[in-house]
């Protein structure tokens, strides 16, 4: 053996930790080594990830709330399903994203009603223009029919594993709107995917620029659109407000925010991990309402103290507009929008509130 061979091996064997030999691989230690590595492989493989993409920026309650949801989930499951948030729009429109979820890029999103149109068309019922009058009614009615456009969401492929209300939407303008002409004169945004927004205002005369919810700021900043329709605290969390002037104190719709997941992913969890990932959240969403109800009430009054106008039509158009919302139900229910058992049983819920008693003043 040469001079520096011995040296190597005399380093090697003075190294710590360093075998002076090579030990055989012996039946049991090959078993044992590729125990070792499938069980290494089990770890990661027991761990499912659910892709969401939102158009919510990061930083609102929406945000938060379904992020504390997802802390929740990954917790009662001991880390078996982690949800995973892609906020602010990153993955691209409604239409993108739906078309992601299909390709198994992501597993679900959260969405509004009218988005998820293209899935389920029950999913916008309860922003048809003008149906509902207070929250009272919305709360009575989401009561009755929720659990029904659960059952349609798993027909259709997905699951709908938290829903809340997003508020009443309201028109908001760079200029100011006292009239229907006013309103007709002007650049309207409506949701490139939103069948009922745009049937409700053609109804009204107006034909609407379709964009999707991501283009707005840009078309507000460049004129392409004058006029919007958002929550209060919508047109905060977006920065519409900081392009807008008016708005018409008149509650036009009423907006569901969704989240759905792609019913195969969703199906592959063990039924306890399904039972957690529902249920937590709708702990979220439940949550996420009921912010979302001082929200608007707190960006109601921000809106006013940094200058935007609110301007309560007068009884003759309120009840115009109401004819309007009445007569898009109509078209849209004639143009099979709606099954025609849900459509009903949404007029039916509203007529039972209505005829109830006024409750006894304290």
């Known amino acids: 053996m040469s001079l ?7 380093a090697q064997a003075a190294t710590p930790g360093f075998p002076s030999k090579i030990e055989p691989m012996t039946p049991i230690r090959i078993l044992l080594f590729l125990l070792a590595l499938c069980t290494g492989f089990a770890a990661h493989a027991d761990t499912r990830v659910i892709k969401i993409a939102t158009a919510a920026p990061e930083g609102t309650t929406w945000m938060k709330e379904m992020r504390a949801g997802a802390e929740a989930v990954k917790a009662r499951t001991a880390g078996r399903v982690e949800v995973k948030f892609y906020p602010g729009g990153v993955m691209g429109n409604d239409s993108a994203v ?22 389920y068309r029950d999913a916008p019922i309860y922003s048809l223009p003008f149906q509902f009058r207070d929250q ?28 809340a209300g997003g508020g009443f939407v309201y028109l908001m303008s760079a200029k100011p709107i006292r009239t229907r002409e006013d309103l007709r004169k002007t650049k309207v945004w409506a949701p490139q995917t939103d069948k009922i927004a745009q049937v409700a205002l053609q109804s009204g005369g ?12 840009t078309a507000l900043q460049t004129g392409l659109v004058e006029t919007v329709g958002n929550t209060t605290s919508g047109a905060i969390a977006f920065q519409w407000h900081t392009k807008l002037k008016h708005v018409v104190d008149l509650p036009l719709t009423y907006v569901m925010g969704m989240l759905a997941i792609d019913k195969k992913p969703y199906d592959a969890l063990a039924p306890d991990d399904q039972k957690a990932l529902g249920e937590e959240m709708q702990k979220a969403f439940d949550r996420i309402d009921q912010s979302t109800r001082r929200d608007n009430e707190s960006a109601r009054a921000v809106l006013a103290k940094q200058g935007l106008d609110y301007f309560a039509p007068p009884p003759a158009e309120v009840a115009y507009w109401q004819g309007v919302g009445e007569e898009a139900a109509k078209r849209l229910n004639a143009d099979n929008a709606f099954t025609p058992e849900v459509f009903a049983r949404l007029k039916s819920l509203i007529a039972e509130y209505r005829a109830k008693p006024a409750p006894a003043a304290k």
């Open 4 to 10: 520096a061979a011995r040296r190597a091996r005399s």
């Open 98 to 119: 739906l078309r992601k979820i299909k390709l198994g890029q992501l597993q679900g999103g959260a969405f509004t009603g009218a988005e998820l149109s293209q899935i």
């Open 136 to 163: 009272g009614e919305v709360d009575y009615v989401r009561a009755k029919l929720d659990e029904d456009l659960r059952k349609g969401f798993a027909a259709n492929g997905m699951i709908a594993a938290g829903m």
């Open 206 to 217: 107006v034909e609407p620029v379709l964009l999707p919810l991501s283009d707005v700021y």
